[in-house]
């Protein structure tokens, strides 16, 4: 069964940084793109950033310049790098990864279980 597993959140004061993980685990085949997406409350989840397998990134408006997402491909693994980070960045974050979990499947999509960050002013 393909899990995402997220790690990294946690309280911060504005100006700060946090780097957020995420691993994907158990059997699988292989993975496409990978990314962040956040929700705080009262509002929908929205894009944070994604990285595919080859090729270039993408971040929402309101992080670039200030967050960089990378992957590991050897550990299955995606982070994201959070700097100068705003009261208006908190939210739950959730871990997405487009998995294929055997060589004929199609991809699918897999959400991780989400991590709290919170920025106080």
């Known amino acids: 069964q393909v899990q995402l597993v997220e790690s990294g959140g946690g309280l911060v004061q504005a100006g700060g940084s946090l780097r957020l993980s995420c691993a994907a685990s158990?059997?699988?085949?292989?993975?496409?793109?990978m990314g962040w997406y956040r929700q705080a409350p009262g509002k929908q989840r929205e894009l944070v950033a994604t990285?595919?397998?080859?090729?270039?990134?993408n971040y929402a408006d309101s992080v670039k310049g200030r967050f960089t997402i990378s992957r590991d491909n050897a550990k299955n693994t995606v982070y994201l790098q959070m700097n100068s980070l705003k009261p208006e960045d908190t939210a739950i974050y959730y871990c997405?990864?487009?998995?294929?979990?055997?060589?004929?499947?199609?991809?699918?999509?897999?959400w991780g279980q989400g991590t709290q960050v919170t920025v106080s002013s």
């Open positions: 158990g059997t699988f085949f292989s993975i496409n793109v």
């Open positions: 997405n990864a487009y998995i294929r979990a055997l060589a004929w499947d199609g991809f699918k999509a897999y």
């Open positions: 990285i595919p397998s080859g090729g270039s990134t």
